[in-house]
């Protein structure tokens, strides 16, 4: 079983930026992608980015292409997504997952609690 935990969220201006940081930890998973997705209130969970955790191939949403990064530390078993320029429409509570899927939510096996971002003046 494999065990994920978000951190980093909080309440941000527009323009400004976070660092969310997903830490995994139970069995290894060097064969999967781990992904962020997103869900605003009233909307359907959405993609935002991937990372294969092998060899660190990227993907992303293409309204976040320009704008956020996904990371790994393979040696400290964590994900990052670094968001800069954030707007007012990036405000979700954001959710790490690990699976064999890129884009599907249907691809994930596991999912970590939540960490709500929060983008307002």
């Known amino acids: 079983q494999v065990r994920l935990v978000e951190s980093g969220g909080g309440l941000v201006q527009p323009g400004g930026s976070l660092r969310l940081s997903c830490a995994a930890s139970?069995?290894?998973?060097?064969?999967?992608?781990m992904g962020w997705f997103r869900q605003a209130p009233g909307k359907e969970r959405e993609f935002v980015a991937a990372?294969?955790?092998?060899?660190?191939?990227?993907y992303y949403l293409d309204s976040v292409k320009d704008r956020f990064t996904i990371a790994r530390d393979t040696a400290k078993n964590t994900a990052y997504l670094q968001m800069n320029s954030l707007k007012p429409e990036d405000t979700a509570v954001y959710y790490c997952?690990?699976?064999?899927?890129?884009?599907?939510?249907?691809?994930?096996?596991?999912w970590g609690q939540g960490t709500q971002v929060t983008v307002s003046s």
């Open positions: 990372i294969r955790w092998s060899v660190g191939d990227t």
């Open positions: 997952a690990a699976g064999g899927g890129i884009y599907m939510k249907s691809g994930y096996d596991h």
């Open positions: 139970g069995r290894t998973f060097s064969s999967y992608a």
